[in-house]
């Protein structure tokens, strides 16, 4: 074996190699329920700070395959489009299902309207609890996933 031939083998094994690294990078950077309903806890968190600290009303809205919020003015309600409380669509295959209907008012003074917020998506589940105050996250098991309300 040449020099030449040796450094072509090992050019192709490091290509190779390269190519299998993004192929696993890919796959474990897919969307899931869990990171789902870590963003959808924080961004409740943040728009309930918001509304405490901007001293004005901002309320959560669902839909099936997505949640966004909307603030209080001149009478109505109306929906955010900036990127920290505009609308966030859900990927293909998970949805969301709330305990109560929304909208669900973030209160001025942190005495918000209570929530439990369940993202789905296959045979993943992970409920979002905010209390008024803070948001937390938990996974639900398999065999609990039937007995969940749907709103």
Do not use: C, N
Request: hydrophobic content about 45%.
């Amino acid at each position: 074996m040449t020099l030449i031939e040796m450094l072509i083998v090992l050019a192709i094994v490091g290509i190779a190699a390269g190519a299998v690294s993004l192929g696993i990078g890919a796959a474990t950077r897919a969307p899931s329920a869990e990171a789902e309903a870590h963003r959808l806890a924080t961004r409740l968190q943040a728009a309930a700070d918001d509304a405490m600290l901007g001293d004005k009303l901002i309320a959560f809205t669902a839909k099936e395959h997505g949640y966004g919020f909307a603030t209080y003015q001149d009478g109505g309600w109306v929906e955010r489009t900036d990127d920290a409380f505009g609308f966030h669509r859900l990927p293909a295959g998970m949805r969301v299902t709330l305990s109560v209907r929304p909208p669900v008012v973030l209160g001025v003074d942190g005495s918000g309207e209570p929530l439990s917020a369940t993202i789905e998506s296959g045979d993943q589940a992970w409920r979002v609890l905010y209390d008024g105050l803070t948001a937390t996250t938990s996974a639900i098991p398999a065999g609990q996933l039937q007995q969940q309300p749907r709103t």
